[in-house]
């Protein structure tokens, strides 16, 4: 069963945890700052200014994210169907 408590509901919340998650991904690849800034083609100033606020454009932050080998995440966004009732599944699956 999915613990539904951790799941991020304000675009603050979850941005703290792109910024968490994106630092720990370039902590465990040894990346500094400015090495992840030449790496991605990010400018050193926005990925500082990324991690320390949240703000980044979202090319940049595709830059990163193929960077640091997570590009698969971006990927799967919006992609599943959201279903409003067990009919609409049952209905699609005839």
Same mark, same amino acid.
């Given at each position: 069963?999915?613990?539904? @408590? $951790?799941?991020?509901? @304000?675009? !603050?919340?979850?941005? +703290?945890?792109? +910024?968490? !998650?994106?630092?720990?991904? #370039?902590? /465990?690849? $040894?990346?500094?700052?400015?090495?992840?800034?030449? %790496?991605?083609?990010?400018?050193?100033?926005?990925? %500082?200014?990324?991690?320390?606020? &949240?703000?980044?454009? =979202? +090319?940049? =932050?595709? #830059?990163?994210?193929?960077?640091? &080998?997570?590009? /698969?995440?971006? =990927?799967? =966004?919006?992609?599943? %169907?959201?279903? #409003?009732?067990?009919?609409?599944?049952?209905?699609?699956?005839?």
């Amino acid at each position: 069963m999915i613990d539904i @408590t $951790h799941f991020k509901t @304000t675009p !603050n919340e979850i941005t +703290v945890e792109i +910024v968490a !998650n994106v630092k720990a991904r #370039r902590k /465990e690849q $040894h990346l500094t700052q400015a090495q992840l800034s030449e %790496k991605s083609g990010v400018s050193l100033g926005s990925l %500082k200014r990324f991690e320390r606020t &949240g703000e980044i454009s =979202l +090319v940049s =932050l595709l #830059r990163i994210a193929i960077a640091l &080998g997570c590009q /698969e995440d971006f =990927l799967g =966004l919006f992609a599943r %169907k959201q279903y #409003r009732s067990i009919q609409e599944i049952i209905d699609e699956q005839a």
